[in-house]
């Protein structure tokens, strides 16, 4: 190419960039216009399809956390007690001791003792298909009652694989909770704690004697 072909191009360049930015500058609303939707478009593609990867993984944890909580339905009362004793033992615990079951089966006591000296009630109660009905609430206020007077402990675990979250009953079995002394450990944090291995962040080291709960 020439050298005044070359120099025309440049100029003709300069000169459509001249007019361009003008347009530009003259109609800057409408192109700031423009330029937020096609941004907003791409930002709620992109977080749409995120969000269903993640509706996909949720909906295939779930499926397996049902599946696993099916079979802890089909356990005997021995074996479900068993299950949860494992679950206590892997806990940054001292001592974990078994009391067994009150005649009026309500459920199979542990005592868990921390390395800090904070003392928790555990009691484990299998779905006897009541729990759901009652809406688990006598559970927990007789729990609640024992923890000081009978177990001298500073708080207290409901362990149960059925659900005491369904409906309107959450609220109020978390307040009647939160007031005794009473973590909750229901079918989904049942079924996540066996899927990960991880217990809830109550029970962890750092706050093993659910300090939230033991405050007086």
Known sequence: MSVTLRAGAGLAALVIAYFAFGF?????????SIAILLGG??????????SRGHEHQDRALTAERQE????????????????VAQLLIRLDAKRVKKFGHRQNDLGCNFVVTFNNGKRIIV???????AMKRQNGTRHV??????????????A???????????LHHAARNEAVAAQLGVLIV??????????????PAELRPVRAALQSAAKP
């Open 141 to 154: 206020q007789i729990l609640g009652g024992e923890i000081k007077a009978r177990w001298d402990c500073d």
């Open 41 to 50: 478009t791409a930002l709620a593609a992109w977080v749409l399809l995120r």
């Open 68 to 83: 696993l909580m099916r079979s802890v339905n089909k356990m005997n009362i021995p074996t479900f007690d068993a299950t």
């Open 123 to 129: 009691r484990a109660k299998k779905d006897d298909h």
């Open 186 to 199: 229901d079918r989904d944090r049942l079924a996540e704690w066996i899927d990960t291995g991880e217990p």
């Open 24 to 32: 530009i500058a003259e109609h800057w609303a409408w192109f700031a």
């Open 156 to 166: 207290g675990v409901l362990i149960t694989n059925a659900n005491l979250h369904w």
